[in-house]
Every structure is written in C-alpha cells, then in structure tokens.
C-alpha cells in the first residue's frame, strides 16, 4: 500500500493542543487486523488550557498522569507540564541554555526529562544539544556531552535497570552527514547506528524491546516527501514510502511493539490524521475522527508503561485542548 500523508510544517504559534492518545485497555493488535478508526473507542476532550505558544512535542511521565512538552512563553523557550487530565500549565525549566527546544522524551523514571535543541550553542561555534532536566528540586538543565554539535531532532528513551539510554537523531558533527545516534552510558560519547542515505532529514524515533529502531524521515523520498525507516542489525529498511511528514516528525510504539503511530496530516484537506503502521504486516491505516478538526500536528510518544500517548499540536485550540483516546 502506497501512502501519501501530508504532515504539519513548523510555525511559531501563540496556542497550544496536547493530545492524550489513552489507549488505556486496548489488547495487543493482531497481525492483519484493521487499522484506523474502527480500533478508537472513544476520544474525548480531557481539558483546555494555557498561556504558552508552539508546542512541538510532548510526552507523558511513566504512568501517563503528567505531560511534558516544549513550548514558549512570555518567560523564553523551555519545558512545561500539565496533568493528563487537564489543570494549570507549569513551567518547568524555561529561558537560557534553551534556544529552540524540539523533542522531548522520558523513561521509566520519573525524576527526569531529556529535551533536544538544535540551535543551543555550544563550545567552539558548534550548534546543538541534547539535555537532561532534573525534576525534582527545579533541577537546571544539563547539557550531555555526547550529543554536544550533533543538531538534535527526535529523540526516545529506553530504560535498563535504572539507567536511561538515549536514542535521537541528528547530524554528525564531523562530516554533517545525517545519522541515528544512541549515547553510550558514560554519556559523553554517542554511537553512531546509521548515517548518510538513505537518510535525509531523520526526525521521530522509536525503539522496540529487542532493540530494533524505527526512524521517520522528512525528506527521504525527495520533492518534500518522507518515509519510515526500520533499523535492525545495522541495516535501513523502507517500510513507508511518500509521507509528507510534520515538523516535528513525531514516532511512537504501542506498549506490545506490534504498532507504530506517526503523526502526519491530509494531503488534501490538510487536516491533521495518525498514521498507523502494523509492523507484521506493514499494513497500513489512519486515525482521523476528531483529530481532523486539527491543522498542525507535532511529536507523539507514549507513557513507558502504559498504552497512553501524548500528542503536541501548534495551532489547535485558542486555550489548548487535551484529548482523550480509547480504544476498542
């Protein structure tokens, strides 16, 4: 199946939505089980709220009660907080190191958040980092030393034991080829997991259980189209193809691996729509219902332990909007 999808372009908003995909109680997803609207039991709002501007991405702590995005305010670019079911806006870290904050993601720990920015300055002229923001205590941002220069995009978490293992995209500093990285656990250095084509502009990621990666691309396709990547062992396969993809990107797992959610828009109305990618099959489909009064989706990421998402978008809702998916 040949999929065209049409994703949001980046702009600087003055309104936000966060969209809390609650896929709360939905059971694995059968290979050859239709994908789309007919699997959403319900979406209702959760709440509306905020005085921030352009969120990009966002993600819910462990067991979905809270979300974190990036945004910016009156008080410069940063990181806020709302709870899942709606409630007052917190920043959290806001102003300086922050330039442009972009992804953002958590692991099976609660006490921190990692946040890329790809025009943060760093040390000798480089551009970009990757930092880990403490949220106890209103920690200030880290900086970690090996994402420094590599122009940050999408990023995800994986959690062994205790410790958080970073996967984003972005570029090599030493040639500007683009790559897929993961920090090593000293974290001031970074493995390289893939780099130059068929990667363009790698943005989403995401990382099954047993480590395989699944990467969204923007302009992998050529003429402003995208595609989907799987990494495994090394190796890029193409499992979707002429995606016009957001900005960001965003890229999600269902809590059993078994589906991939990447946000997108119609080519034709230009409305806001959730590719949905059965990785037995590669079957594809799309959820639309209520979404689609949207025009600007951005990231999307799940709660690491439960079958909950958040979903940032930059334009829909005067005050901001939560919503709330189940499935069947």
Partial sequence: ???????????????????????????????????????????????????????????????????????????????????????????????????????????AESDVVYVTDPQARAARGRTGQLFAVPLRHNGRPTALAGAVGTAPQGLTVVTQGRRDIVYFTGRDPANGRPAVFMLREDRQSAAILAEGGPLVAPDGIAVTHDGTVYVTDRAAAGGNLGSVFRLAHGRLTKIADHVLMGDPAGAALTLDDSVLLVSSRDVNAGTDQVLLINLATLDTGLVTMVVSANHAGGGVHRAYNTNIFSWADLTAGAAGTVYRIKLN
């Fill in 1 to 107: 199946m040949r999929v065209r999808i049409l994703c949001a372009r980046y702009a600087w908003v003055s309104v936000l939505t966060i969209l809390v995909l609650g896929l709360v109680g939905a059971g694995p997803i059968a290979a050859g089980s239709p994908l789309g609207n007919g699997l959403v039991q319900s979406i209702t709002v959760a709440s509306r709220s905020g005085d921030f501007s352009s969120p990009l991405d966002s993600t819910p702590d462990p067991d979905g009660h809270t979300i974190y995005f990036s945004a910016t305010s009156r008080q410069g670019p940063g990181v806020f907080k709302v709870d899942a079911n709606g409630g007052k806006v917190v920043p959290v870290a806001t102003g300086a190191p922050f330039v442009a904050p972009r992804g953002i993601a958590m692991g």
